[in-house]
């Protein structure tokens, strides 16, 4: 990342991975709009939920598979994002004293423990995901299959294992010059 936020892409004369990641970047963004969209639906239920409380005395039944569902659907689909368009939270230590080349070693290796850190979590949710699949599980009011909860989880960590994995080769064939995002 540059001194001024804007993210080391691959040199200009490099167009088949400048496409894979401007692929990635517009993909991601379209998983994040349908995350947020998404997410829209959970506050019109959980807002709908507390008029009904009010005026009917009861809860609406679903409410809460709704409102998981749509939780997870919106985590799972924007987290791509902040990958891909290096929106994550950073911590800048040493990116600000290092020169250049140092500091795209560095973008390297984060890229390279965020890919390892999100395939490790879509092997380990790979295994629950299969269990839950084996049992049958479902939501407990609208009988939901558990198992979309964890497609979603694991659609999105695979994504953002193979955003995180296009950033490395983004960066080592960067020129090492800021081309934005």
Same mark, same amino acid.
């Given at each position: ?8 892409? #691959? ?6 991975? &400048? &496409? ?35 005026? =009917? ?5 679903? +409410? ?5 569902? @749509?939780?997870? !659907?919106?985590? @799972? ?8 368009? =290096? ?7 040493? #990116? ?12 390297? !290796? +984060?890229?390279?423990? !965020?890919? +390892? ?7 380990? @949710? ?29 659609? #999105?960590? =695979?994504? @953002? ?18 081309? =934005?995002?």
């Amino acid at each position: 990342m540059s001194d001024n936020g804007e993210q080391l892409t #691959g040199p200009p004369g490099n167009p088949a991975v &400048a &496409a894979i990641d401007a692929a990635l970047k517009r993909m991601t963004s379209v998983l994040a709009v349908i995350g947020m969209s998404v997410l829209l639906l959970a506050i019109v239920v959980v807002v709908w939920d507390i008029v009904w409380r009010r005026i =009917g005395g009861r809860s609406m039944i679903g +409410a809460v598979d709704l409102t998981e569902f @749509s939780v997870v !659907a919106a985590a @799972s689909l924007s987290i791509p994002y902040a990958f891909a368009h =290096g929106r994550h939270v950073t911590v800048d230590l040493l #990116g600000n004293v290092l020169p250049g080349a140092a500091r795209r070693a560095l973008d390297i !290796a +984060a890229a390279l423990a !965020a890919a +390892a850190l999100t395939a490790f979590l879509l092997w380990l @949710s790979y295994g629950r995901a299969m269990e839950v699949w084996s049992y049958g599980d479902v939501s407990q009011d609208l009988a939901i299959p558990m198992i979309y909860y964890w497609a979603l989880l694991l659609f #999105g960590l =695979g994504v @953002s294992v193979v955003v995180n994995l296009s950033r490395v080769i983004s960066l080592a064939a960067s020129d090492g010059k800021h081309h =934005g995002d």
